[in-house]
Each structure stands twice: as structure tokens, then as C-alpha cells.
């Protein structure tokens, strides 16, 4: 009720220790090919470890791709995934034809319900890496003899029986249990064949088995839920009762006397994604309301174009809250007479087919190729440079804060790399910058730097600078979520004045970590007019002056003669 009507004290708990959150800075994101792994779906990986496991180690097709994401990981621990769908089937069980089960939704939503027809399991992936798979069976109802010759014995404590769900529904004779093994038997997975790479031990055929804490049993659900390696298809002809209730039996649910071995084929690749399907593959990180990124890059384009990287700078540029980092294609700097040029030519877009790259404070390109070691086929690559820029501001964002520059010895090391495609001199690293394009140079004792922090921005601003472009989305993403607590709150000066209470000591903090040298906020009556009171909006109008970082030292050394006072010639 609005107000009391008889005498009485009604407590009210106001919150007034709104403030403005931390955002994150440092979120990578990137689409490519892979071996093994969801596609058209975002995964988070924070090490090369957790990359290799959930989307396999790399070939001569894909190690471009896996190079590029784990040089990444070398500087920050959170990166956003994407495996494109390119072409790939899943292995099905022998006779079946392979199948595209994309993720996990596209299983739920199309095949859990036994309708794909190609036998009892599916790899859970797409890929070739899927044909090394065979899932062995035993049933309670497995001779002695034929279990003691059975090759995974030793991976049970015991033969399957009836479990004691059934027991205790006084079902003895039912005979539920099973034995699954999943096995690597070309060895393609594990580097040796008949490898157990996991086993189900004692799960039931009956579809309402539990186990004694009370979660399922069945061995459907076990291994959709827990498996890493496949799916369940369908239920094997020899289990002419599987899925039926445990407590509906009335006798042995299986006449099964053999093990069941289904080894999987069909499994195919296609790890030549072309422009088109990486696209899509970055379509997953166009929706800022739900995708939280911050560092979007790419493997160069392939054809020599400038697809990819014009379609990754136009999601940062719509998004508003991220970066957009790309690399010249391989071609333009690797084995070539005049790289430097090249690469302008590929910018600016003077060269044939294609339009160069769109202006953008958004945007990010650097000067060229790394060659990098890959230690899983032991052999030396080049890489686009794309992954280790994004991971330059995922580093500055830990060591300092996302409005420093990435550049420079302090902040600019680049880590893993055994030389450049080419190392621009003085005089080209000129016509570079003057291209809108970040050089890349060893220099001797001083190690790989990233020697520039110029954004795609063809006109002159202060957002032709990456860390003013990095200050301005941190402070518009902080700003921007805590102004939601003002949606639907009433236009006037409490709420206006609550809002600039917000944001000011949030702007002395940045100022006092360097980010801006002053500030002014204004949301008051001047700039909120009846008019736009009646039009149910809000207006703030933040002043910021960004601080600028340096980019070009002058050092005069100046000789006297030794009578002469310094105070006299420096005015000091």
C-alpha cells in the first residue's frame, strides 16, 4: 500500500550503493578450421592446453588457424572460439552414411530421438578424427567365457548383472546392466590403437534406472551427458529391450550372449574453409547484447582478399565495443621483392581485386607474417600476426590498463616468434604508417616489437590511436551498463544528479590511473529539456579529454664551451 492508514512504522530499505561496474577488455574472439570440435558455436578455452583438448591438435591443413588462436592464449587466458562448419560429416557406426551433428543444440533439437538411422552411436563431432572410434559393448547377458576373452575386462571391476535399481524394485531377473568402452582403435586420437579413452561402467538398458544419488542411469543419458567422444544413435538390435522401463520387465532385458563392437566410419573434412563460410563462422559474434568480446581477429583472408578482414571490422564497428585486429594475406609478405609495398597496396586497396580496407577507428592491421614454431607436426609456419596484436591488449589490459598502448618495448614483445616475414626499415615503416598500418621489427637486443598504435581511421583524431579507441569503449561499456538502472526511473534532478554522483568519482579513477587528464559531466536541466522529458529520454552529455600516448621523441644534445652557464642558454 502507498500510505499507511492507521498509526505505525513501516520500514523501506533504499539502495543507494550503486556504482560503476568493472567491464571486461580483454576477450578474444576468432573463427577458423579445426580437427575435432563443436562448429557454429562459441566455446571458451583459456589456455593452448584447453584449446588442443576440446578441438584437437593441428594438421598441415588447420595449423594456420590453430597457430593463429593459441598465439593468442600467449598473452591472455580468455578467448572465444568458433570452428566453422565447412563440409564436415560425423562418423557413424559401419554401413551408416556420415552425418552433420554441428553441437550439442543441433542434437537435442534433430537426433536424440533415435531417427538418424545409421546405427547405435555417432562421433560427437564432425571430422575424419571420428573414423578412429569404436564403442565396444557387454551385456548382462554375455556368456563367462565371452567376457573373460573380451579385451576390456580389465577395465571393470566385475561382470554387468542386474543393478540394484532393479533389485530394489524387485526385478532380480532383469538383467539391466552394461559395460561400454570407447575406444581409439586406429590410434589416430591417442597415438596408439585400442586405447580406452573412456568407459561406462554398470549402466542400465532401462530408461527409468537411477543410481543411489538419484541421477540417471540409463545408458542413453549417461553417455549424451557425459561422454566426450560420441553420441548415442540409436539402440543396438541385439538389445530388444533397451529403453523400456526397468519396471516393466519382466524377465532379462536382453538376449545378447556376444559383445557388440560397432567401430564408426564416414567422418569427413574439409579443412579449406573459403571466405564465405569463416564469415558465417564470425556471424556468432555479431549480437553485442550476448556475445561479450572485446579483441576480434582473424587468419589473413585467403585469394589475397580483403573479405574477412572488412566483415570483422564492420562487427566491431556496429558492435561498438570491440576491436577488429587483421593481418595482410601471407602473399603480400612472405617470399615477396617489395612487401612493404604490398601490403599498402593490399590496405589502401590499389592493388587488383579488391577494395581495401575500410576506415575505422575499429580496425587494426599490422605490416606482416611471423614465422612461428609448430611443435605438433614439428615444423616451421607462417602465421598472420593478427592473433599476437589481440593478445598485445589482452597482456596491456593485465599489466596496466586498456587505454596504454600495446606498442613500444614496455608492452609490445611479441612472444613465440623466430622472425618476420620481412623487417621494414626506417623509411618503409614510414610509407607503413602513413598507410594505417602498425610495422612489426626486431631490432637487435631489443627482441619482436610491435613498433606502431595506429587504428584503420584515415582522418586525423584521437581516435587514430588504438589506446584512445580502447579508453573510449571501456568508458562507454562501464557508463552505458550502469545507466540501465536508470531506464524507467522518473526525469528529474534526483534521478539526474544520481546518475552524475555515478559517474564522476568512476572518471577521477581513470584520470587518477592515466587514462584522461579531465573530464566534465553534464545532465542537468540544459540538457534535459521538457522536450526530451516528454519524450521519455534520458540525456548525458560526458566530456572527455583522452590522454595521448607518444609516438615521436625529439632529443637535442647541445655542446657548450666550458665557460659558458647552462642557465644562460637553456633559460633554465
Request: hydrophobic share 35%; net charge negative.
Amino acid at each position: 500500500m502507498s500510505f499507511q492508514i492507521s498509526p505505525g512504522v513501516r520500514v523501506k530499505e533504499i539502495d543507494a550503493t550503486n556504482v560503476i561496474p568493472a567491464v571486461s577488455s580483454s576477450i578474444g574472439g576468432f573463427a577458423g578450421s579445426f580437427n575435432w570440435g563443436p562448429t557454429d558455436e562459441i566455446v571458451l578455452v583459456s589456455s593452448e592446453n584447453e584449446l588442443v583438448e576440446k578441438f584437437g591438435s593441428p594438421d598441415d591443413n588447420t595449423a594456420k588457424y590453430f597457430l593463429t588462436a593459441a598465439s593468442f592464449l600467449k598473452y591472455g587466458n580468455a578467448l572465444k572460439v568458433v570452428r566453422v562448419s565447412s563440409g564436415h560429416l560425423n562418423a557413424v557406426a559401419t554401413g551408416g552414411t556420415g552425418q552433420l551433428i554441428k553441437n550439442e543444440e543441433d542434437y537435442d533439437n534433430n537426433y536424440s530421438g533415435g531417427s538418424l538411422s545409421v546405427g547405435p552411436w555417432v562421433a560427437k563431432y564432425p571430422g575424419v578424427l571420428g573414423n578412429s572410434l569404436k564403442v565396444s559393448v557387454v551385456t548382462a547377458g554375455v556368456s563367462t567365457s565371452n567376457y573373460n576373452a573380451w579385451p576390456f575386462k580389465g577395465e571393470f571391476d566385475g561382470k554387468p548383472e542386474t543393478s540394484d535399481f532393479a533389485k530394489d524394485l524387485g526385478k532380480t531377473s532383469a538383467a539391466d546392466e552394461m559395460h561400454i568402452c570407447v575406444v581409439d582403435e586406429l590410434g589416430a586420437i591417442s597415438g596408439t590403437p585400442n586405447t580406452v579413452l573412456e568407459k561406462f561402467a554398470f549402466v542400465s538398458q532401462g530408461s527409468d534406472a537411477k543410481k543411489p544419488d538419484g541421477t540417471t542411469n540409463f545408458y542413453k543419458e549417461v553417455i549424451n551427458q557425459t561422454s566426450e567422444w560420441i553420441w548415442w544413435s540409436d539402440h543396438d538390435t541385439s538389445l530388444t529391450d533397451a529403453g523400456e522401463t526397468v519396471a516393466s520387465q519382466s524377465g532379462a532385458m536382453t538376449t545378447n550372449t556376444a559383445v557388440i563392437d560397432s567401430s564408426l566410419a564416414g567422418g569427413t573434412d574439409d579443412n579449406a574453409p573459403t571466405n564465405a563460410e569463416i564469415a558465417i563462422g564470425y556471424d556468432n559474434f555479431e549480437d553485442a547484447e550476448t556475445v561479450d568480446i572485446n579483441l576480434l581477429f582473424a587468419y589473413p583472408d585467403v585469394n589475397n582478399s580483403s573479405t574477412i578482414a572488412n566483415d570483422l571490422i564492420s562487427i566491431a564497428t556496429a558492435r561498438k565495443d570491440c576491436m577488429a585486429f587483421v593481418s595482410p594475406p601471407l602473399e603480400d609478405s612472405v617470399g615477396v621483392a617489395n612487401p612493404h609495398t604490398s601490403v599498402i597496396q593490399w590496405c589502401d586497396g590499389t592493388d587488383s581485386g579488391h577494395d581495401g580496407l575500410t576506415s575505422s577507428s575499429y580496425g587494426f592491421v599490422d605490416s606482416g607474417a611471423l614465422y612461428v614454431y609448430d611443435k605438433y607436426n614439428d615444423v616451421y609456419r607462417y602465421i598472420g600476426a593478427s592473433g599476437h596484436m589481440a593478445g598485445l591488449c589482452a597482456n596491456t589490459d593485465n599489466v596496466a590498463d586498456s587505454w596504454f598502448s600495446p606498442a613500444g618495448i614496455n608492452r609490445g614483445q611479441l612472444l613465440g616468434v623466430a622472425k618476420l616475414a620481412y623487417n621494414p626499415t626506417k623509411a618503409q615503416r614510414d610509407e607503413l604508417y602513413k598507410g594505417r598500418i602498425n610495422p612489426l621489427v626486431s631490432m637487435p637486443g631489443q627482441g619482436t616489437l610491435l613498433f606502431g598504435d595506429k587504428t584503420l581511421l584515415q582522418r586525423p583524431s584521437a581516435f587514430d590511436r588504438v589506446n584512445v579507441r580502447r579508453l573510449f569503449i571501456t568508458l562507454e561499456k562501464a557508463i552505458s551498463t550502469a545507466a540501465k538502472a536508470q531506464l524507467f526511473e522518473f526525469n528529474d534532478e534526483f534521478t539526474r544528479a544520481q546518475f552524475k554522483n555515478l559517474v564522476e568519482p568512476f572518471l577521477r579513477d581513470v584520470k587518477g590511473r592515466r587514462g584522461i587528464t579531465d573530464s566534465l559531466v553534464v545532465c542537468d536541466g540544459t540538457n534535459n529539456t521538457s522536450q526530451v522529458i516528454d519524450a521519455n529520454r534520458f540525456v548525458a552529455d560526458i566530456f572527455i579529454k583522452p590522454a595521448r600516448s607518444i609516438n615521436f621523441i625529439t632529443l637535442n644534445f647541445i655542446a657548450t664551451r666550458s665557460g659558458v652557464e647552462f642557465s644562460e642558454i637553456s633559460g633554465q
